[in-house]
């Protein structure tokens, strides 16, 4: 089952903030997040494992909370650079086995 | 160091031609996986190798795809007979060993179009 992302797209302008949420059915090892570029092929940013972790990297962040099988991406202070579509992925048994949600759509302004 | 490595990049096909893209992953990297993305299905996993072994391909839509990978450096999905609702971009990625969860490495991938 695919996780739910929402929102589906956002609009910035430049030192904005923005939250992408990621909800899942089912019970959660790890969750994965990604940006794509358009015509090009997605980046890994971070994963976060069961326990309820927060990481961030520079101005982006993120949390799990493992018993609500939710995860969210922070990105602060956003910049033109941050616009793409972020997915995250989902994994149920600690493989590298992902199910990606649909998508974000961010689109940052200057 | 080289990334992951998929060919072709374009292809564009008529319906009912066989279709090969091939993959070649990270040196050292013993995961590899397709996944095939179009705007109304996302990002979608197709098989799973580990150790050149099929762990997975619950995700292969039907007969008419197939995957091998004879070893460690490359891989190949195919598709026959092509039909138009097979165009997409596909993704070919690697993740090393030891180390699960982890990074997911993806080639720059192979768009497909079948007339």
């Known amino acids: 089952q695919q996780p739910v992302q929402s929102p589906q797209a956002v609009i910035l302008r430049e030192g904005e903030d923005a939250v992408i949420n990621c909800s899942s059915s089912?019970?959660?090892?790890?969750v994965h997040w990604y940006r794509q570029k358009h015509g090009e092929a997605p980046v890994f940013l971070m994963i976060?494992?069961?326990?309820?972790e927060q990481k961030g990297h520079d101005k982006i962040s993120a949390s799990f909370n493992e018993k609500k099988q939710q995860s969210s991406l922070y990105l602060t202070a956003s910049q033109l650079s941050y616009s793409g579509t972020y997915f995250c992925?989902?994994?149920?048994?600690?493989?590298?086995?992902?199910?990606f949600g649909g998508g974000t759509r961010l689109m940052v302004k200057p | 160091d080289a990334g992951v490595i998929q060919s072709p990049r374009h292809e564009v096909t008529e319906m009912g031609q066989e279709v090969t893209l091939r993959c070649k992953p990270i040196s050292g990297h013993n995961s590899l996986f397709w996944y095939r993305q179009t705007m109304m299905r996302g990002l979608e996993l197709l098989i799973y190798?580990?150790?050149?072994?099929?762990?997975?391909d619950s995700g292969m839509p039907e007969d008419r795809f197939s995957a091998k990978m004879p070893n460690a450096s490359f891989s190949t999905l195919k598709i026959q007979p092509s039909e138009p609702r097979d165009s997409a971009v596909y993704f070919c990625a690697s993740s090393p060993a030891g180390v699960l969860p982890g990074e997911l490495f993806f080639g720059e991938g192979s768009r497909l179009t079948v007339l």
């Open positions: 992925g989902t994994d149920n048994n600690a493989g590298n086995m992902l199910t």
């Open positions: 190798f580990n150790n050149n072994v099929p762990i997975d």
């Open positions: 976060l494992l069961k326990g309820g």
């Open positions: 089912k019970a959660l090892y790890s």
